[in-house]
């Protein structure tokens, strides 16, 4: 599957507009405000996600580490981002009491090719791989003391992704993006991203922006233990970008 993705980046290669506008970015530990919507499932036990940004995550976020970078090679260019989190969600039904400890990694290699340059707005063509990581462990107890034999899970997957991204320059420091992907490694492995951003940039060096990210992602899997994951990742982001 990755080499059938892969295969399609030479296509990226063709000529085309050159890219004399671009510069190096880099956004360390920026925010994304994740709301989780969805199911985890561990085997035989379904371990629920459904969090709000607002009211649950901030209390039940143990860690988080972001990084994005990217920059011209060439005709083209290319762009990688990390992101961790660690959630530790808890709740209660009559007298049970379940606790879900939520770790993800996503990591994404990729390419853009300029497809358009109109001046004030410029299109690409977006390709790459990216690479998921959960480790998930459920665990129960009562509210005698007696407790439920923790379970724990988790996988990690490949896809490759294709999608676009556009770009309108509304003025000398106000500039608008939008990207849309596909992600895809097999019948039982897709998602889908979207994201819309608005970038100020206050130095020749830097910029802050703010936006919102949709991620939805929908796994089924596992080596030893049937792992599924359906579930929706959305909510605002807001950073920090260093040009060089």
Known sequence: MIRSALSLLPLLLLTGPAMADRQFELAPLFIWGTSLSGDATLGSRDAPLDLDFRDDV????DGAYTLRLE???GPVALFAEYQYFD???????NNLEARVDFESTLFELGVAKTLGNSGTTRWDLLGGARYLDHDVRVSASFGDGGRIPATNGGDDWWQGFVGGRVWHQLSDR?????????GYGGSDNSSVNLQALAKFRF?????????????????EGGDSNLYRFDATLQGPVLGLSFRF
């Open 58 to 61: 901030l209390d039940n976020l």
């Open 71 to 73: 920059g011209p090679v």
């Open 203 to 219: 130095a020749q060096w830097g910029n802050v922006f703010l936006g919102y990210r949709a991620f939805w992602v929908d796994y």
């Open 174 to 182: 106000w500039q608008l993006s939008g990207r849309a992907d596909l």
């Open 87 to 93: 959630l530790s969600p808890a709740t209660r039904i």
